[in-house]
């Protein structure tokens, strides 16, 4: 069965500092790979995903995400985070398009002034 | 632009009651999907729906239900609520053959069952 793991529940950032979010997933097949972000009391936007090729991917709001398949990860990065940042991070794994998708539990990223 | 409207962002039951958590999307996605949140717990997939009147189960579906009539709306059930049903529920719609995986989802409906 697939797996996602988010190991950090709470990240706390500086504005303007760099971002890395971890995801590591547990797949037999090769992935689909999302990153989603909810903001609060909202829904779920999608801001980038893997499907195959370049296994560096640009999404929106200025954040790209590595594919490393040696390390079943899939962590999400940004250069340069800004307030409007804050929210709630999920990594997804999915073996198709259409099919469904596994969520992790999610990282709070916090952003201090 | 995909939307998918929730039409209850806020609802209070009591133990034993019938719910209904309606969705509905605007853009002929095939694909329906019911998620509950909680917090530490991330989103757990409850029903899915690949097609009207098709239903599959997901990894939570004991004491819910779900009903697909037409194309365009997704309804979830509980038969008869209990208070560890509190909680975040958040529809989503896909397409069916886009494989782009991406899932549009509502605003959320925020269940309190007392």
């Known amino acids: 069965a697939q797996s996602v793991t988010q190991p950090d529940i709470h990240i706390t950032v500086s504005e303007g500092a760099s971002l890395e979010l971890r995801c590591n997933y547990s797949?037999?097949?090769?992935?689909?790979l999302f990153w989603y972000v909810q903001s609060p009391g909202q829904g779920l936007q999608l801001l980038l995903k893997y499907f195959s090729g370049d296994t560096l991917v640009q999404g929106i709001k200025g954040f790209e995400a590595e594919f490393k398949r040696s390390q079943s990860s899939f962590n999400l990065r940004k250069p340069s985070v800004h307030w409007s940042d804050a929210a709630e991070y999920f990594c997804a794994v999915g073996p198709s398009g259409y099919s469904t998708l596994t969520f992790g539990k999610g990282t709070m990223l916090l952003v201090s002034p | 632009d995909v939307k998918v409207t929730q039409s209850s962002r806020y609802l209070v039951k009591r133990t034993g009651e019938k719910v209904f958590l309606e969705c509905v999307q605007d853009?002929?996605?095939?694909?329906m999907f019911w998620y509950r949140q909680d917090p530490g717990l991330g989103l757990r997939l409850i029903y899915f729906?690949?097609?009207?009147?098709?239903?599959e189960k997901g990894d939570i579906p004991e004491g819910y239900s779900v009903s697909r009539e037409k194309k365009e709306r997704f309804s979830l059930i509980l038969e008869s609520a209990s208070t560890n049903q509190t909680s975040m529920y958040l529809c989503?719609?896909?397409?069916?053959?886009?494989?782009?995986?991406?899932?549009?989802f509502g605003e959320g409906s925020r269940l309190t069952v007392l």
């Open positions: 989503a719609s896909s397409l069916q053959t886009g494989h782009t995986g991406e899932l549009f």
């Open positions: 797949y037999g097949a090769t992935p689909y």
């Open positions: 853009m002929d996605h095939e694909n």
């Open positions: 729906s690949y097609d009207v009147k098709m239903k």
